[in-house]
């Protein structure tokens, strides 16, 4: 049993995001919600609007805009992907279905131009459709960067009770001169200064991975305490067949539960 994007279900879930939450099945449906389809269908719409305009990247992108051109960006977008990441994520796919190839190779300037327009409106479809999300998303990284900034490192206590805090500081260099070559070192200890923009951009995706750990440790237990053998990674929890129904209900339990907590 798979999570629906889960990083975007707990953002669903800690913003009570009500059309965030139906687009990754957290609320009652006649049908499943394809999350990724629908971020592809707001695209898609773009590039049509676009295309009509007569803009060169939406003309070339025509028929190319599907589930899996944006479905990896969609995936890491919660965990922190950067632009120039998700720019090269769409290169990716676009290169694995020759429409590289066909418009000029990869150090082609359309080539290149309609990959950094496929990036900008998919980050615009999740911010219409998960508006919620990526608000929370930037006040995460707005608290971790005021606690960066006055020298500390970022830490928390999971609902579980693991406390978390982030490792990364400024790295000092050592430069190392041999006959042949010169080499640089790079160090840290719990005495250097806390790298202010890791700690910041680190913080979302950090936090929303501990809830997630949380779900399925609370899961793995309930499922251990209703007899169930259960085995899991990441978002994908797994049972035998004859208790997929079973455990389908606990893991809703359970994310109830942690959601309902004040996280």
């Known amino acids: 049993i798979d999570g629906s994007c889960n990083g975007l279900q707990h953002y669903a879930a800690l913003g009570r995001d009500a059309d965030g939450g139906a687009a990754v099945n957290l609320v009652p449906g006649t049908a499943p919600r394809d999350v990724y389809q629908g971020v592809a269908d707001v695209v898609a719409r773009r590039v049509a609007r676009d295309a009509a305009k007569g803009v060169p990247a939406a003309l070339l992108l025509e028929g190319e805009v599907d589930r899996k051109l944006v479905k990896q960006t969609v995936m890491t977008s919660v965990y922190g992907v950067t632009f120039v990441g998700a720019r090269g ?85 050592h430069h190392v001169r041999t006959v042949m070559q010169r080499l640089i070192l790079a160090s840290s200890d719990p005495a250097s200064p806390v790298a202010v923009n890791r700690q910041r951009a680190a913080f979302p995706p950090n936090f929303i991975h501990a809830l997630d750990s949380t779900h399925m440790m609370q899961t793995a237990s309930a499922a251990a305490q209703a007899g169930l053998v259960f085995a899991g990674v990441h978002d994908s929890f797994w049972t035998h067949a004859g208790s997929v129904g079973a455990l389908s209900g606990i893991l809703r339990d359970q994310f109830v539960a942690l959601h309902s907590r004040p996280l």
């Not at 590289?100 to 131009?113: E, I, L, T």
């Not at 971790?144 to 978390?164: K, N, Q, R």
Request: net charge positive; no cysteine; charged share 20%.
């Open 89 to 173: 994520q769409v290169m990716d796919r676009l290169r694995e279905r020759g429409f590289v190839a066909a418009h000029g190779g990869q150090n082609s300037r359309a080539v290149f131009d309609a990959a950094n327009y496929a990036a900008r409106v998919t980050f615009d479809g999740l911010k219409e459709l998960f508006g919620g999300a990526r608000a929370i998303q930037g006040w995460l990284a707005s608290v971790a960067a005021a606690v960066a900034a006055s020298g500390a490192p970022v830490g928390w206590t999971t609902p579980l009770g693991l406390p978390v805090i982030q490792p990364y500081r400024r790295a000092r260099d």
